[in-house]
């Protein structure tokens, strides 16, 4: 038998004191579902003595199907006929009048054990508004696709929280999404009535593959574990004028602009020695966003051991490698008004990358100084772990 969700127990006929006589509204999206292809949509609205009376959406949609950054108001289920509050518009938190019909909230989405995606972000807001509303919110706890040993990158320093990055944490939490919201949970000023229904069969050391459950594209651009594997390391360039693949067959595997030569960059990275990884020179035209239309030089991102595979050093190797290769091209994305943010700051949780990244010894100490970061971390997680 391979891992059971806990949307999949509470399919299995799982009881939950909070899910007797009461009113629920579910938070999720099409990778909610159960090992055998039910959405927790249906789970939920099937619960015996339980009343779904909403549905709360995220960004790229409830179905999915809008691309990163697309705004979507309110809507109302066309089947059930119950509201799909929109959480990616002009309310990133639920308002009162979004709970008000609703006693519990319960979450399944799959995440992907990385600080910029931004279901994770959208929950903590969620926990939140709970809190100041009175409601209470659980959990269908499902895998970190990466696993749940390894931890990378820097904590988010005060002062740059966002959608990309609403808690202290580092880039890869290495806990999944019940055992983040636990954490949070305990830090936030004013907790909320938080509960988690864990996962059956589920090790630290297991990646997805490792779980024999469906593999749900969680985003538009985020299609396989291939993509997922890379994407801590590869997101960063979202923050630049090259283009992050999206567009191409291989997002976020795939990295390149017009003016990139991509056998001088992959040669250049090979002289780093990353482990478990190859980049390979590829050619690719993207279809949307970053240079749409035009050919590109880049190179593609083989994990070769993903055992030992770091995806922040590979992006940090690369960032560092095509701003010193191509001093006049390559820039990082202004901030959209005066006063605000570089999206690489929000991405990275400081300034530090953007100031550093031409010095390559600046880059190796700010590396070294993450895995000390790395460490803290895993001891600051250590009450809330859920798993072995």
Not at 138 to 145: E, G, I, S, T, W
Request: proline share 6%.
């Amino acid at each position: 038998m391979g891992v059971r969700t806990g949307t999949d127990l509470l399919s299995k006929g799982l009881s939950h004191p909070w899910l007797t006589d009461t009113r629920i509204g579910l938070m999720t999206n099409p990778t909610g579902i159960t090992a055998d292809f039910i959405s927790t949509v249906d789970v939920c609205a099937a619960l015996y003595g339980v009343e779904l009376t909403a549905l709360y959406a995220c960004e790229h949609g409830l179905d999915g199907e809008l691309q990163a950054g697309v705004r979507f108001g309110d809507k109302v289920h066309p089947r059930l006929g119950i509201p799909v509050f929109s959480l990616y518009s002009e309310h990133k938190k639920p308002t009162p009048a979004m709970l008000a019909e609703v006693d519990t909230v319960l979450y399944d989405i799959q995440d992907v054990g990385v600080r910029y995606y931004t279901y994770a972000s959208t929950l903590f807001h969620m926990m939140e508004a709970c809190a100041e509303t009175g409601k209470r919110l659980l959990v269908l706890d499902r895998p970190n696709p990466l696993g749940g040993d390894m931890v990378e990158g820097g904590v988010l320093s005060e002062g740059y929280e966002s959608l990309v990055g609403a808690w202290r944490v580092p880039v890869r939490t290495g806990l999944t999404v019940g055992e983040l919201a636990l954490l949070v949970n305990s830090e936030m000023e004013v907790p909320c009535n938080l509960d988690v229904i864990s996962m059956e069969g589920w090790q630290r050391s297991m990646e997805f593959t490792d779980c024999d459950l469906p593999w749900m594209l969680p985003s538009p651009n985020m299609p396989t574990l291939d993509s997922v594997r890379v994407y801590a390391g590869t997101c960063l360039f979202e923050g630049t004028n090259v283009s992050e693949g999206r567009g191409t067959t291989r997002p976020f595997e795939w990295i390149g602009a017009p003016w990139v030569d991509g056998e001088r960059l992959a040669e250049r990275f090979r002289d780093h020695q990353v482990e478990g990884v190859h980049v390979h020179p590829v050619y690719m035209s993207p279809t949307f966003s970053k240079h749409a239309g035009e050919l590109c030089g880049g190179v593609r991102i083989f994990v070769t051991d993903s055992s030992v595979f770091r995806p922040v050093d590979t992006g940090m190797v690369l960032l560092h490698e095509l701003a010193s290769l191509y001093p006049e091209q390559f820039r990082w994305l202004e901030p959209p008004q005066a006063g605000s943010r570089y999206f690489i700051d929000l991405l990275t949780g400081g300034r530090k990358v953007r100031e550093i990244i031409h010095d390559r010894v600046e880059v190796t100490h700010l590396i070294k100084s993450w895995k000390v970061q790395a460490e803290e971390w895993k001891e600051r997680r250590k009450p809330f772990l859920l798993y072995l």
